[in-house]
């Protein structure tokens, strides 16, 4: 007799499928998704990290909870779908690991008996390029300047440097790339040429790439540079010269003499020295410093000779100003002077910028909104005297290139 026993077995078709990236920055976070086709006992997802129970993700009451604490709404710190299906979670990459396991698991009852169904994946984790620059980078007006950045780590490419200034961009410079290294080179380092330099690298595992930056500011040291040159005069009101000039981080003296005396020696003059906004072009565009107008007012217009000397560690800056016979005259070539010098570099370089002048009004920079409320006042006054004779304003104006 023949005895044949049939042993029914259970097939559980039930599924569970996590899905997530395969790369990961060192120390960075991914947000991994765990499915199922149907919704598991107590509404609850558990996930692993290298065989490790990392965290649950609970459904509970249409909200959501990650180790017993609620997830915000719309966060992506971990997430549960409304029919208790989707379970999704944001998990840290370790900081020492090449690669980590991650796991997902979930618990059903099929005819009375709990299974089990998990699913999982292998996460590459990976170093950014680590870059390193000069910090910061300081050059003389006309000197060569170069910038170098180093990388170390995996490093895919390097990309255009970015030089920008007060947070505006300013141009791409593409460096010169030999091995783990860009360099730019400024042949003739200009005013133009200060500010932050950003040299970016990227390196790239499957679909995913991975970018790192580091950032730079270039300083420029020079004599003072002039911008503009200017003389205003009035019918019965004093003569006023006036010169704008942008020098940075070097401290500058500013000297007046009237027939190559210094204005010390003579009564009826003014001198001032006033912090304002200057603008010139870095590479083209347009950019606001800081810079400073010096002023001398004549109030007796005899025949004179003025000179302004602008000096600094770097060079020197002097201009005439010529009155004769009434007439004042501030031509380039014929009746006036304007000559740069250069002096060797210094020892050593200034962090800050003081202004120090022959003779100064304010101990301080003046405050500019306030000096220009104080001269309209004076200038409201002026008019109920009937005083001012704006139609017989004459200006004479000079920009430096």
Known sequence: MIHICIISAIIYTTKVSLNGPKYIIRDGNINVMCSSDEKPI?????????????????????????????????????????????????????????????????????????????DSFIVEIHDPPILKIEKPVTCNVSALVTVTCNATGNIGSFGDWIHSYGGKLIRTVQGKKSNNTSTIYIDNCDFEDIG???????????????RSKVTTRLRVYGPPKVLWIKSTEKHENPTIFSVSFYSPEIPTSVQWTQDFTSVDNFTGVVVRVLENNITFDMHGKPSVHIGHVTSLTVHKRSTSVYKVMLKNELGEYSHLFQIQAGRIYLNRFEN????????????????????????LDYDEPINIPHAARSAQQRDNKESERGEREDDIETSHYIEIE
């Open 336 to 359: 006036a002077e304007h000559v740069s010098i250069y002096y060797a570099a210094p020892a050593s370089v200034y962090n800050v910028s003081p202004y120090s002048a022959t003779r």
């Open 196 to 210: 932050e330099y950003t040299c970016n690298a990227w390196n790239r595992f499957g679909n995913e790439t991975y």
């Open 42 to 118: 107590f509404s609850t997802a558990n996930f692993y990290i290298n065989g490790q129970l990392y965290t649950s993700v609970r459904n509970y009451r249409s909200l959501c909870y990650s180790a017993r604490k609620t997830c915000p709404v719309n966060s992506l710190t971990c997430y549960c779908s409304q029919d208790g299906k989707q379970y999704g979670l944001r998990i840290h990459a370790p900081k020492r690991n090449k690669t980590m396991t991650v796991s997902c698991a979930m618990q059903f009852v099929q005819k009375e008996q709990t299974f089990s169904k998990e």
